[in-house]
């Protein structure tokens, strides 16, 4: 399968990042394009196919990825449509925000159409990637779009109403989790260890967090519940982080991405 990313910022970058890792595909069948040749050469260099040029990056391939920022989806689309072929190709359109009657509208001979939010840790392989499937794409296709993205992390089928509140939970959220490793770590130093060992500290805990409530099933709470002790330290610093409305500020968070 042949498949291209028009835009490697952040986002399409750690796109292509992850193809790149993945044993699932092969450097040959990965275009990049990018108006930067910086960016081109660099992509280069790891061995996929690099251009300037959308229309040549979009022709042949058989999964046209844009991912650029969303003020620039409607330019890149009209660029590219003279070379779309909406009966053999599928569009997958990265971008926060963008709507498929938008899209459509822009491409009066759209192809089948998937929007798509992964969030960066997609270069990792460990993405959380949100597919909507629009119009009358068939299941077969779909499927097609969702197996590429399950190569680079887990995949959540959704439907376009619940897109803005995944983006902010996965990809936003992605965010507000390495805000909470500045602050622990942060808080580390005060505590006496040196910066990049309170990290690593942090770092490794969250990751033994995540592991044991997966492994488990557990609730949250039931797992806090097997680490508080009645007048112990940790119900006291949970406690503290609670009158200084931590729950509240996340949910806040979340709900003030969301909008």
């Given amino acids: 399968m042949k498949i291209t990313v028009i835009g490697a910022g952040a986002m399409g970058g750690a796109t292509v990042e992850g193809m790149i890792r993945s044993d699932a595909f092969r450097n040959e069948d990965i275009t990049v394009a990018d108006p930067v040749q910086t960016v081109v050469d660099r992509f280069a260099k790891l061995g996929v196919?690099?251009?300037?040029?959308?229309?040549?990056?979009?022709?042949?391939?058989?999964?046209?990825?844009?991912?650029?920022?969303?003020?620039?989806?409607?330019?890149?689309l009209k660029d590219i449509a003279p070379v779309l072929d909406a009966q053999r190709q599928l569009l997958v359109v990265i971008a926060a925000g963008v709507s498929s009657s938008k899209i459509q509208e822009w491409l009066p001979q759209c192809p089948p159409l998937v929007l798509c939010i992964p969030n960066i840790a997609i270069a990792q392989l460990a993405s959380v990637t949100f597919?909507?499937?629009?119009?009358?794409?068939?299941?077969?296709?779909?499927?097609?779009?969702?197996?590429?993205?399950?190569?680079?992390?887990?995949?959540?089928?959704?439907?376009?109403?619940?897109?803005?509140?995944?983006t902010t939970l996965a990809s936003c959220g992605i965010a507000y989790a390495m805000r909470y490793v500045r602050a622990a770590?942060?808080?580390?130093?005060?505590?006496?260890?040196?910066?990049?060992?309170?990290?690593?500290?942090?770092?490794?805990?969250?990751?033994?967090?995540?592991?044991?409530?997966?492994?488990?099933?557990?609730?949250?709470?039931?797992?806090?519940?097997?680490?508080?002790?009645?007048?112990?330290?940790?119900?006291?610093g949970l406690n503290e982080m609670e009158h200084a409305g931590?729950?509240?500020?996340?949910?806040r968070g979340l709900k003030a991405g969301a909008k």
């Avoid at 690099?50 to 330019?75: F, I, R």
């Fill in 49 to 76: 196919n690099a251009t300037t040029n959308n229309q040549t990056a979009a022709q042949g391939a058989d999964v046209v990825m844009v991912c650029v920022k969303p003020w620039l989806v409607e330019t890149v």
């Fill in 131 to 166: 597919l909507v499937p629009c119009g009358d794409i068939a299941p077969q296709q779909t499927e097609q779009v969702k197996h590429i993205f399950e190569a680079l992390g887990t995949v959540v089928l959704t439907d376009e109403q619940h897109l803005a509140a995944g």
């Fill in 185 to 236: 770590s942060e808080g580390g130093v005060e505590l006496g260890f040196k910066a990049d060992q309170a990290k690593d500290i942090v770092l490794q805990t969250m990751l033994g967090a995540v592991r044991l409530l997966q492994a488990s099933g557990m609730h949250p709470e039931q797992a806090i519940d097997l680490v508080t002790t009645p007048g112990g330290v940790t119900i006291k």
């Fill in 246 to 251: 931590f729950t509240s500020a996340v949910i």
